[in-house]
């Protein structure tokens, strides 16, 4: 972790953003594009300081750490209970995440003058979720988005973006065909919906657990790197 924390900067808590959150160092002095990593429920934003540590250098990479304080370092974007008839989530407490991490999206486009067509919001299960629901909802404020070992909340529906915006998004699927935790038919029903809505989209799927696996990892930096600007 030492290693981890000597290239990511420290806690920012300023009034002028949403959420407190941490950068990837160096910070570039004109990043070409900036790309959010949200991290998973009962985590902190250093969970994704790994994947962070993996984008080009010319990329903003920002973690901000979930609102919700559950124990000692442990964040969450909402409370959910896992139940014999799958997750049961607090949808007013994502629902507030998602609106949340729209206006802290703005707040980040505003003070480094990236656009939103060269803005990425990504995470990890929960931070996934949010992910998702952030990009399909407000399309004209991100490029694209990336599930890791995640879903897309059904009660997002009524409040998905038009078709017609849709269409410009981007989006990486990956998960652990072993995973208890989401199981990978979730996986399966996002693959679906996001062919459904029109949404470009890369789905991969890896004989791991609930995680983001080495193989995992390296697809979505590909993926990643394959659309952002090289200058």
Avoid at 118 to 131: K, Y
Avoid at 166 to 187: C, K, N, Q
Wanted: with cysteine; charged share 15%.
């Amino acid at each position: 972790m030492n290693n981890l924390q000597n290239h990511i900067g420290p806690l920012q808590q300023n009034e002028s953003f949403e959420l407190s959150f941490r950068q990837r160092l160096p910070q570039p002095v004109h990043p070409k594009a900036c790309v959010v990593l949200l991290h998973g429920v009962g985590g902190s934003e250093m969970n994704l300081a790994d994947l962070a540590l993996g984008i080009d250098p010319d990329i903003l990479v920002v973690l901000p750490r979930a609102p919700l304080q559950f124990a000692l370092g442990q964040f969450g974007w909402f409370r959910v209970a896992f139940t014999a008839n799958g997750p049961s989530i607090e949808e007013n407490e994502a629902e507030q995440s998602r609106q949340t991490l729209i206006r802290f999206l703005e707040q980040l486009q505003l003070a480094y003058g990236i656009s939103p067509q060269n803005t990425v919001i990504a995470g990890f299960s929960q931070g996934g979720i949010l992910s998702a629901s952030v990009a399909l909802s407000a399309p004209e404020h991100v490029a694209a988005f990336a599930i890791l070992s995640g879903r897309i909340l059904p009660e997002l529906g009524p409040h998905l973006a038009d078709k017609s915006l849709l269409a410009s998004l981007r989006s990486f699927i990956g998960h652990g065909e072993y995973d208890t935790t989401l199981p990978v038919m979730w996986a399966h029903r996002s693959d679906q919906l996001l062919g459904e809505l029109g949404v470009s989209h890369l789905t991969r799927l890896y004989p791991a657990a609930h995680g983001i696996s080495a193989a995992m990892q390296s697809d979505f930096l590909e993926w990643l790197h394959g659309f952002l600007p090289e200058h």
